[in-house]
């Protein structure tokens, strides 16, 4: 058996590599630099602390995250490994304890945040010790056009010109190749060999539903699906951020409110429950973002609609970090596009920026109403093939109905056209429907060809062939707030009857939940739920005790192992995956008790 293979198994407890990880982990130790792109929960972290704990010396991990450090370190811990980190977080005092450890050679890992890395003392005080590597973690910080650009990593090719012999690892999870180049560029890591991972995230299970009662359709997904698991719950507006917050409270839920404008310290106590408590609803704006590390969220729930592709992929991509399955739910509308419609106009910026954001939005809705494989889509958007349907998302699960709806459509624009283009949906569907309500007879509309010509279908069917031929950019949103529908050049066609077209019929009764028809991994058979509890409450004991979040002290994927393997040996403990000897010698013990207790009642 290799070093690292003794390592992963009796200090991790895990039994094989996934991916490139032997490989990038082998060029490290034979004293390679590499550049590793890797998708969330791809398990960057073995990629270096392996060869930390392979090579002579000290690993020196470089990472912006700063509120993170202390939870990476206690987890290091917990496995046995000697770990400590240098950030403005520390009293003077803990700094000189960390750079004595370091000094006498008593540490394996040291995280630094990188302005503190490039402060000359830090760099005389390393340059006296032995390093075993540099790792540089969120490496597409170096970016400077990208959104998370850190000033300070343009200095870290510091490491190039000081230590030229000591390897270097650079990761991230942002794929694009300009980002690429530019960690290479600017980290002069040239000779760095490249592991590129794709980035799509198979754990995440994709659900896009049109909203109806939004409030009913999310309380339904928490209770039948999340029971006191973590999650995010994305809303437009801080006002609704806080009604929101407060209504899941009343319900039983432990739901913290997030947005930029609530007091720092408060924000800080609401990130700070949300990563040390075990089943914490977050509902926030955009505002909670970079540096949410929890590995543990198993759901991100969107409540509006992401005005980009971009920021529906990177606010899901919070969830299932830890690699185990994890949901993603959109509830949307048309009145969500209204909205943002309005919002973008009223941005400030060129027009040229706003025909941009305009573009992306459109990609987003033509996300939304697809029939096929939403995975699929998403990475195509990114630039990325995924040659197979995916399986696990909604259109995949469930395919969706599709009808012919070229009659009804050229209904719809004809009725847009007739009113002047100046309506929103509600009086145009009044129109179709005939209605006579004050507002269509006093603009004379109920003498319109187009009047009554509607009444087949209800309201809400109208409601969602209006939103789909939004969606696929038939109809235009005026930015003007009214949600004002206007003709584009697509429809001719159809008007003129020489193109045909279908829609997606929208399956308003049926439940959210019904997208999961194969049960699903995460799911806990009922006969399992008192030892899963009880496992639970062993881990949130000992991390009360420990002073660490739950998931340091064992994470799901390991209790979910101990669930369906029950071991009542120590030995058999050992092959728990997340398992290792240090951790089977802290905790084993009391988690064996409580399955035994499940096993063998007195
Ligand atoms: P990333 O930094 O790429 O987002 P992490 O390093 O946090 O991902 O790893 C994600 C999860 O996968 C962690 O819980 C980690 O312990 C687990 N993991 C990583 N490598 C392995 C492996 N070879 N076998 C089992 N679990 C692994
Ligand atoms: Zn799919």
Not at 219 to 244: D, H, M, P
């Amino acid at each position: 058996m290799t070093d690292a293979h003794h390592i992963l198994q009796h200090t991790f407890g895990y039994s094989s590599f996934r991916g490139p990880q032997q490989a990038i982990i082998d060029s490290l130790i034979g004293g390679g630099d590499a550049l590793v792109v890797m998708p969330t929960g791809g398990g960057k972290s073995l990629c270096y602390q392996i060869p930390a704990l392979a090579r002579e010396g000290v690993g020196v991990v470089i990472s912006p995250l700063i509120a993170l450090m202390q939870d990476q370190v206690s987890a290091l811990r917990e496995l046995g490994v000697r770990a400590g980190f240098l950030n403005s977080t520390l009293s003077a005092a803990e700094v000189w304890q960390t750079e004595q450890a370091l000094q006498q050679g008593e540490l394996d890992m040291l995280y630094v945040a990188p302005e503190r890395l490039i402060q000359p003392r830090t760099l005389a005080l390393l340059a006296s010790c032995q390093i075993a590597l540099f790792a540089i973690d969120e490496a597409h910080c170096v970016a400077q056009w990208g959104h998370d650009f850190r000033a300070d990593y343009l200095r870290l090719n510091v490491l190039q010109e000081q230590f030229p012999n000591i390897p270097r690892i650079a990761l991230t999870a942002t794929a694009d190749a300009r980002t690429r180049d530019e960690i290479t560029e600017r980290l002069s890591l040239h000779k760095a060999q490249q592991f590129i991972s794709g980035f799509d995230r198979p754990n995440i299970q994709y659900r896009i539903r049109q909203k109806d009662k939004p409030r009913q359709q999310l309380l339904r997904f928490l209770r039948e699906e999340q029971s006191s698991n973590a999650g995010i719950v994305y809303c437009l507006s801080r006002a609704k951020v806080e009604q929101t917050a407060e209504w899941l409270s009343g319900e039983g839920f432990t739901a913290l409110p997030y947005h930029a404008g609530l007091p720092a310290s408060l924000r800080a106590t609401h990130q700070k429950r949300f990563l040390r408590e075990d089943s914490v609803i977050m509902v926030a704006t955009i505002a909670f973002g970079m540096g949410i590390d929890k590995p543990d969220v198993r759901f991100v729930a969107h409540l509006d609609l992401p005005k980009s592709i971009e920021a529906y992929y990177q606010e899901t991509g919070r969830a299932g970090r830890d690699g185990d399955p994890a949901t993603a739910l959109l509830l949307y509308g048309l009145e969500d596009v209204v909205k943002l419609r309005q919002m973008m106009a009223g941005s400030e910026g060129s027009e040229e920026f706003k025909r941009h954001e305009q573009q992306r939005l459109n990609a987003m809705l033509g996300l939304c109403e697809i029939t096929s494989c939403r995975r699929q889509a998403l990475l195509r958007y990114f630039g990325d093939e995924l040659p197979k349907p995916c399986g696990n998302c909604d259109n995949c699960l469930t395919p969706p109905d599709t009808w012919d709806a070229t009659e009804a459509v050229q209904k719809a624009l004809s009725c847009v056209y007739r009113t002047g283009q100046r309506y929103g949906a509600i009086h145009v569907i009044e129109v179709l429907r005939g209605s006579s309500s004050e507002k269509v007879t006093s603009a004379g509309h109920d003498k319109l060809s187009t009047w009554g010509i509607g009444r087949e279908l209800g309201q809400d069917e109208w409601r969602a062939i209006m939103r789909q031929l939004v969606a696929q950019g038939y109809l235009d949103v005026d930015p003007d707030g009214f949600g004002t529908l206007r003709l584009t050049e697509r429809c001719r066609a159809i008007l003129r009857g020489e193109e045909k077209i279908s829609l997606r019929r929208d399956k308003v009764s049926v439940p959210i939940a019904a997208a999961s028809s194969k049960r699903r991994h995460q799911d806990i058979e009922p006969a399992d739920r008192e030892l899963w509890q009880a496992l639970r409450s062993c881990r949130k004991r000992l991390a009360e005790e420990h002073g660490v979040p739950p998931y340091v002290i064992f994470n799901d994927a390991t209790l979910r192992d101990m669930l369906e393997q029950r071991p009542t040996t120590a030995s058999a403990m050992l092959s728990v995956s997340g398992v290792g000897d240090v951790k089977l010698e802290r905790f084993g013990g009391q988690f064996l008790e409580v399955i035994r207790e499940f096993e063998y009642p007195a």
